[in-house]
C-alpha cells in the first residue's frame, strides 16, 4: 500500500514554470532521494506528492485513486490520505506549534479520535524512537535545530504514515544529529515505510535511499536510477549543476 504515480505534473506560479512534465512511480515501501540544482522543482513535487499544492497538468495518483482539487475538497478523503503520508518541512519552524514537544506529538493522534492511552503509547513510542525523552516537557520553540528537526518527524510518525515525505532532512543540523536522523531513516525504511526525500547532502543520507529522481534546471526529469551510481557520477551532477 502507498504507491505513487505521477504522470506528466505540471506546475506553475504565475508565468513562472515550477515543474514541466514530471513522471515517476514509486512502489510501497521504497526508498527515493529527489536531486537538482537550486530552483529545479524539488521542493515544489514533495508538495504535490504531499497534497499541499495541486498539479496545474498531468495526473497524481495515490494507490490508484486521483489526488487532485477535487480530491482534496472531500474532508473525510482529505484527512485519510494526509494520515497515511507525512511531510516534514525543512523549515520545523513551519510545523511546530504546540507549547511542549509531547503535545506537539500527540496533536495528531488526537485529531484522529484515537484513545487518550493509545496516543500516550504513540508519544512515548514516537519520543523513544528519535531518543528525545528528555525534550518530552520542553517547548518546540526554545529547543536546537536539529531538536526541532526531531520533533517535528517524531510529531509526523505519531500518524504511523505509509509514505514519510521530507524536505532537506539534514539541513541546518550538525554531523552527529545527520547521523542520528539517517539512522532513524534507514530503520523505518527497514519497517516498510516509504521514504521520499530531497536532498544535497549525499555523504550523510548514505545507506538512506536505494533510488534517485534527478530533476533539471529546466524542472523536468533528466535521469532517474540507483541512488549510489547517480551521485558518484561527479561529471554528470557537475553538468546539471548539482555539485
Same mark, same amino acid.
Given at each position: 500500500?502507498?504507491? +505513487? =504515480?505521477?504522470?506528466?505534473? @505540471? &506546475?506553475?506560479?504565475?508565468?513562472?514554470?515550477?515543474? %514541466?512534465?514530471?513522471?515517476?512511480?514509486?512502489?510501497?515501501?521504497?526508498?527515493?532521494?529527489?536531486?537538482?540544482?537550486?530552483?529545479?522543482?524539488? /521542493?515544489?513535487?514533495?508538495?504535490? +506528492?504531499?497534497?499541499?499544492?495541486?498539479?496545474?497538468? *498531468?495526473?497524481?495518483?495515490?494507490? *490508484?485513486?486521483?489526488?487532485?482539487?477535487?480530491?482534496?475538497? %472531500?474532508?473525510?478523503?482529505?484527512?485519510?490520505?494526509?494520515?497515511?503520508?507525512?511531510?516534514?518541512? @525543512?523549515?520545523?519552524?513551519? @510545523?511546530?506549534?504546540?507549547?511542549?514537544?509531547?503535545?506537539?506529538?500527540?496533536?495528531?493522534?488526537?485529531? $484522529?479520535?484515537?484513545?487518550?492511552?493509545?496516543?500516550?503509547?504513540?508519544?512515548?513510542?514516537?519520543?523513544?524512537?528519535?531518543?528525545?525523552?528528555?525534550?518530552?516537557?520542553?517547548?518546540?520553540?526554545?529547543? /536546537?535545530?536539529?531538536?526541532?528537526?526531531?520533533?517535528?518527524?517524531?510529531?509526523?510518525?505519531?500518524?504511523?504514515?505509509?509514505?514519510? =515525505?521530507?524536505?532537506?532532512? $539534514?539541513? !541546518?543540523?550538525?554531523?552527529?544529529?545527520?547521523?542520528?536522523? #539517517?539512522?532513524?531513516?534507514?530503520?523505518?525504511? #527497514?519497517?516498510?515505510?516509504?521514504?521520499? !526525500?530531497?536532498?544535497?547532502?549525499?555523504? &550523510? =543520507?548514505? !545507506?538512506?535511499?536505494?533510488?534517485?529522481?534527478?530533476?533539471?534546471?529546466?524542472?523536468?526529469?533528466?535521469?532517474? !536510477?540507483?541512488?549510489?551510481?547517480?551521485?558518484?557520477?561527479?561529471?554528470?551532477?557537475?553538468?546539471?549543476?548539482?555539485?
Amino acid at each position: 500500500m502507498g504507491s +505513487i =504515480v505521477l504522470d506528466n505534473i @505540471q &506546475y506553475a506560479y504565475g508565468e513562472y514554470r515550477g515543474l %514541466d512534465g514530471v513522471s515517476a512511480s514509486i512502489n510501497a515501501g521504497a526508498s527515493v532521494a529527489v536531486i537538482g540544482p537550486n530552483g529545479s522543482g524539488k /521542493s515544489t513535487l514533495l508538495k504535490i +506528492i504531499n497534497g499541499l499544492l495541486v498539479p496545474s497538468g *498531468g495526473t497524481y495518483t495515490f494507490d *490508484g485513486e486521483r489526488i487532485d482539487g477535487r480530491f482534496l475538497k %472531500d474532508a473525510k478523503r482529505a484527512k485519510r490520505f494526509h494520515q497515511r503520508i507525512g511531510f516534514v518541512f @525543512q523549515n520545523s519552524d513551519t @510545523q511546530l506549534f504546540s507549547p511542549t514537544v509531547y503535545e506537539e506529538i500527540a496533536f495528531g493522534p488526537r485529531q $484522529m479520535g484515537l484513545s487518550d492511552d493509545e496516543v500516550h503509547k504513540r508519544v512515548l513510542d514516537c519520543l523513544s524512537l528519535l531518543a528525545i525523552d528528555r525534550l518530552k516537557h520542553r517547548e518546540p520553540h526554545h529547543l /536546537s535545530e536539529g531538536e526541532k528537526k526531531k520533533v517535528a518527524i517524531a510529531a509526523v510518525l505519531s500518524l504511523n504514515p505509509e509514505v514519510l =515525505v521530507l524536505d532537506e532532512p $539534514m539541513d !541546518g543540523l550538525d554531523p552527529k544529529t545527520k547521523g542520528a536522523v #539517517r539512522e532513524v531513516l534507514i530503520t523505518l525504511n #527497514r519497517s516498510g515505510k516509504c521514504i521520499i !526525500g530531497a536532498t544535497h547532502e549525499f555523504d &550523510y =543520507v548514505k !545507506g538512506v535511499f536505494s533510488r534517485a529522481l534527478v530533476l533539471s534546471g529546466e524542472h523536468t526529469v533528466v535521469r532517474e !536510477g540507483n541512488f549510489e551510481t547517480i551521485v558518484r557520477n561527479r561529471a554528470f551532477l557537475r553538468r546539471h549543476n548539482i555539485l
